[in-house]
């Protein structure tokens, strides 16, 4: 059974990207977007209660939503306006019940203003510290040695409850039956409605039972003894092999900047704490 379907080339270089999100927070700079300040921050963008909100406060806003792929048109504002609002007037009522004479309110103001602080700092690095082309040809380079010695596997499987109904299927294979039609009784129901196919991908995809079998088996050959894993029990066929198609390298230009940038970043925190005095 799988653990995941994606391109060999795609998983290696996805390591470490989300650590970069992590580090860096969500609202990570995109390449190309403008750090000039609009001419509506310069003006209030709301008033409440006779307070003036300040307009870098929507467009803070703004960019945050903008982060998470939201488009910025009037629909945006309008509803960052109501957001400022509905924020504006209750930190306006936390105030008036004596909310922020609280002791840990103070500590709580700190630890957002240390996590905004790092977020801007870790985004300016990373700006300053983009891989340039020939880091990221030298990463695919590397990665395409690994991948070309590699094979991968179009495989169909059966899913099923017990092992006596997988022998029972292996039975009526053996009796001619097509692996196509039994796949309709499998358990997996994303792969049955397709005659159990399972696409092409690669062993390390599998669970270890799963894909020892599979790579046991010759082309066009299926498993005659049922396969157990935490899924169930599996009957397996093997449609055919191939070595890893790499994709070309500026198909996968952008998860190499990612991932490098990522590798990038955490090597630069890791530094930062190796040199720090610590007691």
Known sequence: ?????PNRLSAVLATGAFALAACAGDNVATPGSSTAKPESAAKPAVTVNGVAIPGDYAEALVASYRAQGAPDD?????SVRKDLIRRTVLEQAAIKAGVDKRPEIKTKQDVARQTVLIQDYLQDWAKNNSPTEEEMKEEYDAVKVRLESSKEYHVRHILLK??????????????GAKFAELAKQSLDQGSRDRGGDL????????????SEAMTGLDKGKYTRTPVQTEFGYHVILLEDSR???VPAFE???A????????KK?????????QTAEVK
Do not use: C, H
Request: cysteine-free.
């Open 74 to 78: 009037e629909n945006l504002r309008e």
């Open 243 to 245: 070595k890893v198609q």
């Open 1 to 5: 059974m799988k653990r995941r379907l």
């Open 199 to 210: 696409g092409w991908t690669d062993a390390a995809s599998f669970v270890p039972p799963f």
């Open 265 to 273: 970043l955490q090597s630069y925190i890791e530094q930062l704490e």
């Open 162 to 175: 017990t092992e006596a109904d997988a022998k029972a299927a292996i039975a009526r294979l053996g009796k």
């Open 251 to 253: 198909d996968v230009k």
């Open 255 to 262: 998860q190499l900047q990612q991932s490098l940038q990522s």
